[in-house]
């Protein structure tokens, strides 16, 4: 026979042991924030592991030997850590996690928080399992290859982690649409944060290489592009819109499926990373996985009480729908035709441009809106200045020494062409020395034999109205120089549209909460319920 007491002392719980057993208790939101703060912390931890290496020069890491050069400058040698396929992916991880984990603080729907949590830690696990940049080599290697030439700029410091920073904003921008707020101000951060990037991006295109232009509708460029046009839709289509969550969430999808793209090696590109089909092919999975996610969890639409701006929203959707499919084309003709296809650039500028001009007047009348006033003006600017810039004059021509020809509406003068020291002390340069309207300028051609290439170097006269770059094409031992003259007008325009823009929309007036007007409370129905 059992004892009473002993079963009544079983039966009996304590207090303290109540209390606990009700906090150990997590809500579901709370375990997908900590979920998403684990991830995050994994990436940073990695990144932190990568820099370290790449400071100390620990150049038995294979990653690390072949981004990066014992005697390089310790910018090149950190910014080698994104300098990569597989580093670069790390970074991106970090950075939209960190982005992610900033919004997650207002987010309360655990749909949403997982979604981010799921997003962070497949392209983490993705990248330390199918492009882990943490693998060592059998021997360490002596002097590493370093950056790519051409990355080996000021901008390779700040063009690319600053453009993750605004990928990263698309993400926190369906965090907030999926949990029912306002993902104006994100929207608005993708839009001001991937403006300043493009643009660094395109300054240095614009310096850097010999081809004399600044956005060449690579599929790399074409991207960032993509994701810039869906989230100026989400925002000008305005949150009361119909679909206004999965619009909100356009910009994420288009970010994972930009990745994939650039990241697989499938679409030609003059500056990609490393062919990876795996990642390409995990990072399309994750996008279709995703795209699906978004449309599920969307909460119903209510009727629409705001208009849509339908001129506006309605041409960037048409540009940004040219844009993918003449980017989207040759991996497209690859697959299904068996052939390596590529668009040129005509294509895009002959299609975007008008439909760009459709959108003009509608740019023009929100000139009255004071809050957006500031940033339509620097769009207009912008645009001037990508309208300027396309009446530009180019030129091919030998010039001898001591010789004048005409080259594009300027007067070139040659004074001999010489080798001296390139860049870095173990490489040499051909430079050509010549007066360009008075202005002396000497372009370069910089071989560097461990890569098997060489690089043009551009010399740039920056003018008011035009600015004249020239480009060395080849040069030989008689003081001949074959060069290539571009005079564009008006570029500066467009750097000067771009921070006007991205200051525009990130001011405080496009910031401030508008305050919802008081309602009377109306009776509850069965279907309000």
């Known amino acids: 026979m059992r004892d009473p007491r002993r079963r009544r002392r079983a039966g009996t719980r304590h207090p303290l042991g109540r209390h606990l057993n009700e906090t150990v208790r997590v809500s579901p939101a709370v375990a997908a924030r900590r979920a998403l703060w684990g991830v995050t912390a994994v990436a940073w931890l990695g990144v932190l592991r990568l820099a370290v290496a790449f400071l100390h020069n620990e150049l038995q890491w294979e990653y690390v030997a072949s981004h990066s050069r014992a005697d390089a400058p310790w910018y090149y040698r950190l910014a080698g850590v994104w300098g990569g396929g597989e580093g670069s992916l790390l970074l991106f991880a970090a950075v939209v996690g960190a982005v992610a984990c900033i919004a997650a603080r207002r987010v309360q729907r655990p749909a949403a928080l997982w979604t981010a949590t799921f997003s962070v830690a497949g392209l983490v696990l993705l990248d330390l399992l199918a492009a882990s940049p943490f693998h060592r080599l059998d021997v360490p290697a002596v002097r590493g290859f370093g950056l790519t030439p051409i990355l080996e700029h000021p901008a390779m410091a700040i063009h690319p982690p600053l453009l993750y920073v605004g990928l990263g904003c698309t993400l926190a921008a369906a965090m907030v649409a999926l949990d029912g707020g306002d993902p104006a101000a994100w929207l608005r951060a993708t839009v001001a944060v991937t403006t300043l990037a493009m643009t660094i991006g395109a300054l240095w295109s614009y310096v850097e290489q010999g081809w004399g232009g600044y956005w060449a509708w690579d599929p790399v460029e074409n991207t960032s592009l993509l994701v810039w046009l869906a989230a100026l839709v989400a925002l000008h289509a305005g949150w009361r819109a119909r679909g206004r969550v999965r619009l909100a969430s356009v910009p994420w999808v288009l970010t994972l499926a930009g990745a994939a793209l ?27 996985v995703t795209a699906a996610l978004v449309w599920r969890l969307a909460p119903a639409d209510e009727a629409s009480v705001r208009p849509w701006q339908p001129v506006a929203v309605v041409a960037m959707a048409a540009i940004a729908i040219v844009v993918a499919l003449g980017t989207a084309y040759p991996v497209l003709a690859d697959l ?22 459709v959108a003009l007047p509608f740019l023009i009348l929100r000139l009255r809106i004071p809050r957006a006033r500031l ?13 300027a810039s396309t009446f530009d004059r180019q030129a091919t021509v030998v010039v001898r020494d001591g010789a004048t020809v005409d080259a594009a509406g300027v007067a070139v003068t040659g004074h ?114």
Do not use: I
């Open 375 to 387: 940033a339509h003006v620097g769009m207009l600017v912008l645009l001037a200045g990508v309208a």
């Open 262 to 288: 650039v990241r697989s090696g499938t679409a030609p590109s003059v500056h990609g990373f490393a062919e990876h089909a795996a990642v390409g092919w995990a990072l399309l999975g994750g996008t279709v």
């Open 336 to 357: 299904l035709g068996n052939r390596r296809g590529a668009v040129r650039g005509e294509f895009f500028s002959r299609t975007v441009g008008p439909v760009a001009l």
């Open 416 to 529: 001999g062409v010489t080798v001296e020291p390139g860049p870095r002390f173990d490489v040499q340069q051909v430079v050509a020395t010549l007066d360009v309207d008075g202005v002396r300028m000497r372009p370069a051609l910089v071989a560097y034999p461990e890569r098997g290439g060489v690089l043009a170097e551009t010399a740039v006269d920056p003018g008011v109205w035009w600015d004249v770059q020239v480009a060395l094409v080849d040069a030989d031992d008689t003081g001949t120089a074959t060069v290539k003259v571009h005079r564009r007008p008006l570029v500066w325009l467009l750097w000067l549209g771009a921070a006007v823009t991205a200051a525009g929309v990130l001011a405080p007036a496009g910031f401030r909460r508008r305050r919802t007007p008081p309602t009377r409370s109306l009776p509850t129905t069965a279907a309000g319920v």
